[in-house]
Nanobody
Framework: QVQLVESGGGLVQAGGSLRLSCVAS????????MGWFRQAPGKEREFVGR????????ALSDSVRGRFTISRDNAKKTMWLQMTDLKAEDTAVYYC????????????WGQGTQVTVSS
């Protein structure tokens, strides 16, 4: 079955950096656009960014642009979210998701990894 597994979360001080990983299995990774989302306590899930099957990042939310970058390696079936200059408001559970090319909506979601930024 399809699995997306996030890792790399943790506790970091404001201004610090973290790199999250999302490893996929059970799907043709190169055939999927991938996304990062986050959900802070008491808030709705929020879009962070999107990476096309080609490896190009096609969207980043205004709140993270200039601080976060997304990359992927289709051969390794892995996507990364490099986060720098972290702020307290970046504290959230971060999820990766997979959207099959030319389809609408994300079909698969990971279980999430917690990122906590202390101020």
């Amino acid at each position: 079955q399809v699995q997306l597994v996030e890792s790399g979360g943790g506790l970091v001080q404001a201004g610090g950096s973290l790199r999250l990983s999302c490893v996929a299995s059970g799907l043709n990774f190169a055939g999927y656009d991938m996304g990062w989302f986050r959900q802070a306590p008491g808030k709705e899930r929020e879009f962070v960014g999107r990476n096309a099957y080609t490896g190009a990042t096609t969207a980043l939310s205004d709140s993270v642009r200039g601080r976060f970058t997304i990359s992927r390696d289709n051969a390794k079936k892995t996507m990364w979210l490099q986060m720098t200059d972290l702020k307290a408001e970046d504290t959230a559970v971060y999820y990766c998701a997979a959207q099959r090319r030319f389809s609408s909506g994300y079909s698969y979601w990971g279980q999430g990894t917690q990122v906590t930024v202390s101020s």
